[in-house]
């Protein structure tokens, strides 16, 4: 099984700031294979990211993935208040799919 | 633009089995796409559990949930279901339904429902 692991567990940071948040997984991983996804409290998650690096329908541009083999990042360029919340990375390429634990970006 | 929606039983027994059922608007489960359950818990976060493919048939397992599990689709009602045999405490979660693509993974959620183990 793939483990991810994400850093740090809480990101406090202030509107119109910049997020990096990175997971790293335990075997290396076809960049084809990772997604992002945005919880907020009370709702299912929602998929951001795909392929390491293609936006989801509908996720604007200040969201961008990069990364390859097991280090990725996700990067939001200017924090908005509606983007407080949970970020998890995914990895689809090998069963069992898992879920990294999860990076909670707060205000501050 | 397709919708899940979860459905079944807020509470269940200990050893007893849990039954969800996702019905999908919007989208003809049969058109494509494979369509699976996840579930999140405070001490396991997310858990990948299983997916069936747009047939209905042909499930295919997390290893974990392997011996316990059961998914399948119902073409003719446009839904797809989950068992879960045996069930302890662990298993409380809230479980989602989603559409999964090998491009994309799970693209689509539904709401989620919440399954508490306890007699």
């Known amino acids: 099984e793939i483990v991810l692991t994400q850093s740090p567990g809480t990101l406090s940071l202030s509107p119109g700031d910049r997020a990096t948040l990175s997971c790293r997984a335990s075997q290396s991983l076809s960049s084809t294979y990772l997604a992002w996804y945005q919880q907020k409290f009370g709702q299912a998650p929602r998929l951001l990211i795909y392929?390491?690096?293609s936006r989801a329908t509908g996720i604007p541009d200040r969201f961008s993935g990069s990364g390859s083999g097991t280090d990725f990042t996700l990067t939001i360029s200017r924090l908005e208040p509606e983007d407080f919340a949970v970020y998890y990375c995914?990895?689809?390429?090998?069963?069992?799919?898992?879920f990294g634990p999860g990076t909670k970006v707060d205000i501050k | 633009q397709v919708q899940l929606q979860g459905s079944g039983p807020g509470l269940v027994k200990p050893s007893e089995t849990l039954s969800l059922t996702c019905a999908v608007s919007?989208?003809?489960?049969?058109?494509?796409?494979?369509w699976g359950w996840i579930r999140q818990s405070p001490g396991k976060g997310l858990e990948w559990i299983g997916n069936?493919?747009?047939?209905?048939?042909?499930?295919y397992y997390n290893p974990s949930f392997e011996s316990r599990v059961t998914i399948s689709g119902d073409t003719s009602k446009n839904q797809f279901s989950l068992k879960l045999t045996s069930v302890t405490a662990a298993d409380t979660a809230i479980y989602y339904c989603a559409r999964w693509g090998s491009g994309w993974s799970f693209e689509t959620w539904g709401q989620g429902t919440l399954v508490t183990v306890s007699s």
């Open positions: 919007g989208y003809s489960i049969s058109s494509g796409f494979h």
């Open positions: 069936v493919y747009h047939t209905g048939t042909s499930p």
């Open positions: 995914h990895q689809y390429g090998r069963s069992p799919f898992t």
């Open positions: 392929g390491t690096s």
